[in-house]
């Protein structure tokens, strides 16, 4: 980079000054061409001179009988013609010196560049290094060999270069253990009381500015957003929480962009911005939920989660009115397109990898099943949704949809 760089000031510097001397030869013809006719016009008007009279006076008589007889004006272009031939002339000296100085300037530079490496590296070390240089002293070894003349023990130490390397390895074997215990921690609490969430989330808040870019990282940041929104009480709460999580989960995508559960909980997060936003968000969110869900699906197709989240979407677009297609026609160009039985597959496929998935899980099973018509598998699934708990605010919310359902069914 350094020589390339210095080629380019060389043949700039060049060009300028081939430039400014093509100008001037120009400028100088033009000159002289004046002066040439003007001093031609001027011999024909007075009298003749001889030769010999001419040559006598030479080349220093010459620009003050130029001066004399010619306008104002020409004398002075001739006078700075002359400070540009000055100008120039110093320039091409330093020039000169400029090219002598220029090898040796590369490799200066390069050697204020392996000095400022050097200094980087030196500051990340100590940065980064949390333990004492390790000692080796070989086995075969005596006292007398290990032993100074001033009674001081010596011993052959880590090179400077391997010394670095063993001990970066080390810092990030041990900030990738503390990473999986935290992230083992918040995996349990997130299976916990409400409590145990709010827990989770601060826990992760503290470790944000350290772990902050790992997806592993921010996707649980995200599902604990989304674990507080659930449980707030206040709607500027919840839609705080909505809000910020949605943003994580969007840098956890980007981040990286293989990872299934970024995209999961993302997509989980712009659906729940559909409380909040308007008529024209909520469409963008909803297609953006499909989208990320079939990249999570894609990635990780046996998860149960992702599936049960698709039959939601393929329901709900199912539900939805002549009128809200027209508005998403419009917006967008093509409104969102699913069916009953869409959403029932996906609902199948939930059961099929994680037999009772969840209480929820059975009871869109069971409204599935009586858009359809199939009233009896309806039944069967409200019963099989009975059977379980009711132990999450989740499952609350199931059990209340549940109470409706099995009354219009007549269970």
């Not at 507080?228 to 980007?254: F, M, N, P, Q």
């Not at 409200?382 to 549940?402: G, N, P, R, V």
Request: net charge negative; aromatic share 8%; with cysteine.
């Amino acid at each position: 980079m350094v020589q390339s760089d210095s080629k380019v000031l060389v043949l700039g510097a060049l060009a300028g000054i081939a430039g400014v001397s093509l100008a001037v030869v120009c400028y100088k013809y033009k000159g002289f061409k004046v002066l040439f006719k003007d001093s031609k016009s001027q011999q024909k008007q007075s009298s003749p001179r001889s030769s010999s009279q001419r040559n006598a006076k030479g080349d220093q008589n010459l620009m003050s009988s130029c001066g004399s007889s010619l306008p104002r004006g020409q004398v002075e272009v001739l006078e700075r013609v002359e400070a540009l031939f000055q100008c120039i002339s110093e320039l091409k000296e330093e020039m000169k010196e400029l090219k002598n100085v220029l090898p040796d300037l590369q490799e200066q530079v390069r050697e204020e560049m392996k000095c400022c490496r050097a200094c980087s590296l030196q500051r990340t070390r100590l940065m980064q290094r949390k333990r004492p240089s390790r000692t080796i002293i070989p086995e075969d070894w005596s006292s007398e060999d290990t032993e100074s003349e001033g009674g001081y023990m010596t011993a052959l130490t880590d090179s400077e270069e391997e010394e670095p390397n063993e001990g970066e390895q080390g810092d990030k074997k041990q900030a990738e253990d503390e990473l999986n215990v935290l992230l083992k921690e918040v995996d349990r609490l997130h299976e916990g009381t409400e409590f145990d969430k709010r827990e989770s989330l601060n826990i992760l808040l503290k470790q944000e500015a350290e772990f902050g870019q790992d997806s592993r990282f921010l996707w649980r940041l995200t599902r604990a957003y989304c674990d507080v929104h659930d449980i707030s009480s206040t709607l500027e709460e919840k839609k705080t929480h909505a809000e910020t999580g949605k943003r994580v989960g969007e840098e956890a995508v980007t981040l990286n962009p293989l990872c299934a559960e970024s995209h999961q909980w993302f997509a989980i997060m712009c659906g729940i911005m559909t409380e909040y936003d308007t008529v024209q968000n909520k469409i963008k969110n909803g297609y953006i939920f499909k989208d990320h869900l079939d990249k999570a699906i894609e990635l990780k197709p046996q998860d149960p989660l992702s599936y049960y989240l698709l039959g939601r979407w393929c329901y709900s677009v199912a539900q939805l009115s002549w009128i809200e297609r027209k508005a998403a026609a419009a917006l967008f160009g093509e409104p969102p397109s699913a069916t009953v039985e869409d959403a029932l597959k996906n609902f199948l496929k939930v059961e099929e990898i994680h037999p009772a998935y969840s209480k929820f899980n059975y009871v869109f099973l069971a409204k599935c099943y009586k858009d359809l018509g199939k009233i009896n598998k309806a039944r069967t699934m409200c019963e099989a949704a009975y059977s379980m708990d009711t132990i999450s605010k989740e499952d609350e919310e199931a059990q209340k949809e549940l109470d409706s359902l099995c009354y219009a069914l007549g269970v």
